[in-house]
């Protein structure tokens, strides 16, 4: 059974602080890795994704991987209120199926 | 370009009816994905068509829910003789051929 687990939080972040989401996969042979942030009541939005071991940056946002740990984590660096929400880490089976395992999602809780 | 499109919003059924739910995938896009998510919960996989082509079903109760995706025209997710453990919020997601997915507004069904 493959899987993505996430600790579900909530997690609280003092504003302007760096938030650090962490995320383990158990098939090895993954290739692709994507991060969605969803708001309460709202469906999942595509923060990022990542294919290759080490950073990516994309403003805030920084997605790292660690293929070898099967290992992949979202930094936010200086926080806002309007980061909290469920964050959800999601893998893509391999090479050849286009299906995508989603972990449960982390909260993360900005404090003013 | 618009987004991935999904109808109704919300929907309310009585007990015993059938639900239909729509999906408009983004353009370009052939692959559509179904998800299920109840309050407080992660998103649980249902489905995942092609045009005319069911890849992937093992996410799917095995009886009232059944998913098309036709030639042309939107895809269906329908729910026959609802139950009100059927209340939920229904995603779709499409993708282009990376894999990479893109959610709907959702679908926000009640069973009275």
């Known amino acids: 059974q493959k899987e993505v687990e996430q600790n579900s939080g909530p997690l609280s972040v003092p504003e302007g602080a760096i938030a650090s989401l962490n995320c383990t996969y158990s098939?090895?042979?993954?290739?692709?890795f994507f991060w969605y942030r969803q708001y309460s009541g709202k469906s999942p939005e595509l923060i990022m994704s990542?294919?290759?071991?080490g950073d990516k940056e994309d403003g805030r946002f920084t997605a790292q991987l660690n293929k070898a740990s099967q290992y992949v984590s979202l930094l936010i660096r200086d926080s806002q209120p309007s980061d909290s929400a469920t964050y959800l880490c999601?893998?893509?089976?391999?090479?050849?199926?286009?299906?995508?395992?989603f972990g449960k999602g982390t909260r993360l809780h900005i404090l003013p | 370009n618009a987004g991935v499109m999904q109808n109704p919003r919300h929907l309310v059924r009585r007990r015993g009816q059938e639900a239909r739910l729509r999906c408009s995938p983004m353009?370009?896009?052939?692959?559509v994905y179904w998800y299920r998510q109840l309050p407080e919960e992660g998103l649980k996989f249902m489905v995942y068509?092609?045009?005319?082509?069911?890849?992937?079903e093992s996410g799917m109760p095995k009886e009232r829910f059944s998913a098309e995706f036709p030639k042309e025209g939107p895809s269906i997710l329908r729910i026959q003789q609802v139950v009100r453990g059927d209340s939920a919020a229904y995603f779709c997601?499409?993708?282009?051929?990376?894999?990479?997915?893109?959610f709907g507004p959702g679908t926000r069904l009640t069973v009275l």
């Open positions: 997601a499409s993708s282009p051929p990376d894999g990479t997915q893109y």
């Open positions: 098939d090895r042979g993954s290739q692709s």
């Open positions: 990542i294919y290759s071991n």
């Open positions: 999601a893998v893509k089976e391999g090479d050849r199926d286009d299906k995508i395992i």
């Open positions: 353009k370009g896009h052939s692959h």
């Open positions: 068509l092609q045009k005319e082509n069911i890849i992937d």
